[in-house]
């Protein structure tokens, strides 16, 4: 299920389901740890009317729209519900400054009678992330409040309406013994009142609303994190002292103030593009973490059909999402982000497969034994890419004291294995894991990446008076080029080979199209872009996957089965990587494929500018997570590269 809504301020995460309803709360880091993961923890929200009761989860009871209307990281959702006639409009974010996710929700009275409401919020923590039963839930008077924890995690849960607070709730358990949840004490309209219970706890608040015909009132709820009990009620005292409407304005103030260089670029672009331009470049930093992790997607909805969900950084992904904030200007998420990489360094200089938000390793089934060799469980295009993307970074910025913080931490660990992690008989990288994770092997784009990067490297030697390493790197990458020329590209089928690997009878070569060899070749200058080889390759990728009744979309190489909906049928495609050849085409000068291309994804993401990570190409259903923050990151580069100035 998608999220069409997300919410962050870098340390609280909130991901809100199709029905409008929590679905992921990730607290102290985004990305980790998830609050609210799993499909019986939803935190419902309901409405109870003469006698009847609807959850906003009812199958079929309720409509949707979901909007960032504020050019802020504000969510705007409309729930209606005909049968009722009731209509619920939520203004929801996270607070800027503090750990609180707040609700201004908008009570709407569709009949033309005098109608008393009665909202419920419901609440459902698996706290830590744990499955054990030890969470605590306990009703605090003094403060009218609901106190949800666990160890050193504390969660105030409270609300007003006409500046009073809930007027009942209720405290149970769910998951457990039969419990289904305190939201079903609801049903009759009424809460029983408990004050306390520790297991597998839920709860659940009333508020009474009298509203007049046509006419609408304001509940304001709200959830406050802290480390402990007393920094969460701090944070609820704060809220109830400023008021919400205080809080949201100062949010979106945070917001615009933030977005500043986007907008600049956002006027030069398309019409037609610029609000889902913004809308990713806020999906993008709320996916950041402040202590520099760039999460690939908060969208828990993987673990319901995969072992593991996408809350991790994967340090390529985290590169190439900043890229494109690089080229704007932004510099604290990048500065963050290269400390986080540099913290992750292996002392042998490269980088692992990915990490969790707190800087540890994140789970992997990378192994460190292939057949009868041993390697680093790694892809090499990830310590590459962060090498060659610092490149970027620093000659933006021209910062000779970034280079000296950076130089003998980072730079030269990281040139020097790849410089060094090479194999004799081919001149080309020794086999790691592709790209996509999959195969142990030398790719074409791996050695594209590492070429560039080894290039990079060098220039920065040079600045940093160190000729020996700049001479030493420069001469490795050219020797990578001319041995690319010599084995990376297959004259019989006219395309790049998807990599190749030296076994005891010789180098074996697998000549499977994949769009990343073409797009690695073409973008890090691996071969001209004018060369025979690269255009071949171009045209032959088109061909081979070229879709007769006109859709745009591309898989990421012949006979991908991730995920594929259909066994029997064609891979699915990737909005991305459909994006790296608008990419191409606007380095050709066909502006009008690239646009054809744009306006295809703008097309299959959601209301919200969610771009998932595949789709169905028989329906164009989305298929993983949704949003993937490469996904968006590959929109705005793309869309950057449609301005002549910014162009790369």
Known sequence: MARPIVLSNGELHVGLNNYGLVHDMYYPYVGLENHA??????????????????????????????RYPYQALIGHTIAKNERL???????????????????????????????????FTHQAFVIGDSRSTTDTAQYLPDSEAILHYRGRRAMIVSGRYNDQPFDQHSIGLFGIEGREGTYRDADDGELAGNYVEHGRVDSTLRFVVEVEPLSSQRVHYWVAFGMSMREALYIDKKIRHDGVDMRLHKTASHWKKWLKPAAKIADKLPKSHRESFMHSMMIIRSHIDNRGAVIASTDSSMLHYSRDDYAYCWPRDGALVLWPLIRMGYTNE???????CRRGLHPAGYLMHKYRADGGLGASWHSYVHGHQTAPPIQQDETAIVLFVFAQFYETRHDSELLQE?????????????????????????????????????????????YAALQAAADMAEDAHDSGSAVKWRLAAE???????????????????????MREDGLHHNDTIDASSIYGAFMFGLFAADSSELKAAIATFADRFYNDEGELGYPRYE????????????????????????????EQGDEVRAMEILDWVQGVSTSTGMISEQLDPRDSTRISPTPLTWSQAEYVSTLLDTITDHKK
């Open 37 to 66: 993961s799993g499909s019986s923890i939803r935190h419902r929200v309901g409405v109870w009317i003469d006698g009847d009761i609807s959850w906003l989860d009812d199958d079929g009871e309720w409509t949707f729209k979901f």
């Open 85 to 119: 006639g009731v209509l619920l409009e939520f203004d929801d974010f996270v607070d800027s400054e503090m750990s609180a996710f707040v609700r201004n929700i908008h009570v709407v009275n569709l009949r033309h009678e005098r109608r008393q409401i009665r909202l």
């Open 334 to 340: 990048p500065k963050r982000f290269f400390e986080f």
């Open 406 to 450: 950076y130089y003998e931490s980072m730079v030269k660990p990281m040139a020097t294995f790849l410089a060094e992690h090479i194999d004799q008989a081919t001149k080309l990288p020794k086999p790691s894991y592709d790209l996509w994770e999959e195969v142990f092997l030398t790719t074409t784009y791996t050695t594209a990446v590492t």
């Open 479 to 501: 020797d990578m080029q001319q041995a690319a020329h010599k084995h990376l590209f297959n004259s019989e089928r006219q395309s790049f080979y998807k990599g190749v690997i």
């Open 559 to 586: 006979g991908d089965a991730y995920h594929r909906a259909d066994a029997d049928g064609a891979a699915n495609w990737w909005p991305l990587v459909t994006m790296w050849f608008a990419q191409i085409s606007l």
